[in-house]
């Protein structure tokens, strides 16, 4: 897979995200994919952030991209689609993970995720569409494309959710602090529970 990130961005971004590295030797290795690390997988996906996510699947897929294209030419989408989101998110994820651009708050949050659940989508979609096209020789890059579908559509649902939060409320450059009054205006007291 090429993209506009140099060698040693892939390489720091493999091994900040981790399940990336996981999936190419999974695909090395061409066994079976046993439960636990099913669930491993699953695990460390689901502990990520909706754009870190997103991100860790397509460096993944471009693994499964590699194996397969151009003998099976719709996985060759996921190629284009990953470079994509590679270019798109790579350089600022890792320059917040360097902690050269720290603020990820308010309106910076809401410019980060805006196109995070499309794109999510959209790698789900290809990665469902590869899945089907696969025989049982493939069984192993299947069982990945299944993880990995089922993942981009939970964080996009996350992202979406994030998304529609922060557009009902006003988004503030500065993190928001509550202060006492604005917990004490949330109180809400029921009947019984006054001495």
Same mark, same amino acid.
């Given at each position: 897979m090429s993209?506009?990130?140099s060698?040693?961005q892939?390489?720091?971004l493999h091994t900040k995200l981790?399940?990336?590295?996981a999936v190419g030797? =999974?695909i090395?290795?061409?066994a079976? $994919?046993?439960?636990?690390?099913q669930?491993?997988?699953?695990?460390?996906?689901?502990?990520?952030d909706?754009?870190?996510?997103?991100?860790?699947?397509?460096?993944?897929?471009g693994h499964?991209?590699?194996?397969?294209?151009?003998d099976v030419?719709v996985?060759?989408?996921?190629t284009?689609?990953?470079?994509?989101?590679?270019?798109?998110?790579?350089?600022?994820? =890792?320059?917040?993970?360097d902690?050269?651009n720290p603020?990820?708050?308010?309106?910076k949050?809401?410019e980060?995720?805006?196109?995070?659940p499309?794109?999510?989508?959209?790698l789900?979609?290809?990665l469902?569409t590869?899945?089907?096209?696969?025989d049982e020789?493939?069984?192993t890059?299947?069982?990945?494309?299944?993880?990995l579908?089922?993942?981009?559509?939970a964080?996009?649902e $996350?992202?979406?959710?994030v998304?529609q939060?922060?557009q009902?409320?006003?988004?503030?450059?500065?993190?928001?602090v509550?202060?006492?009054?604005d917990i004490?205006e949330?109180?809400i007291?029921f009947?019984?529970?006054?001495h």
């Amino acid at each position: 897979m090429s993209s506009n990130l140099s060698s040693d961005q892939l390489a720091r971004l493999h091994t900040k995200l981790v399940v990336p590295f996981a999936v190419g030797d =999974l695909i090395k290795s061409a066994a079976a $994919i046993e439960p636990d690390i099913q669930y491993a997988l699953h695990e460390a996906l689901s502990e990520m952030d909706p754009d870190t996510a997103l991100l860790a699947i397509a460096l993944s897929v471009g693994h499964i991209s590699a194996q397969l294209c151009p003998d099976v030419p719709v996985s060759c989408a996921l190629t284009v689609e990953a470079e994509k989101v590679l270019e798109e998110y790579g350089p600022d994820w =890792l320059a917040h993970s360097d902690g050269r651009n720290p603020s990820r708050e308010g309106i910076k949050l809401f410019e980060v995720l805006q196109h995070v659940p499309e794109d999510l989508e959209a790698l789900a979609d290809i990665l469902d569409t590869v899945m089907a096209s696969l025989d049982e020789s493939n069984q192993t890059i299947k069982d990945l494309c299944y993880i990995l579908s089922i993942q981009a559509r939970a964080h996009m649902e $996350i992202a979406d959710f994030v998304l529609q939060e922060l557009q009902g409320c006003d988004i503030q450059n500065e993190p928001y602090v509550r202060t006492t009054e604005d917990i004490a205006e949330n109180v809400i007291l029921f009947p019984g529970t006054i001495h």
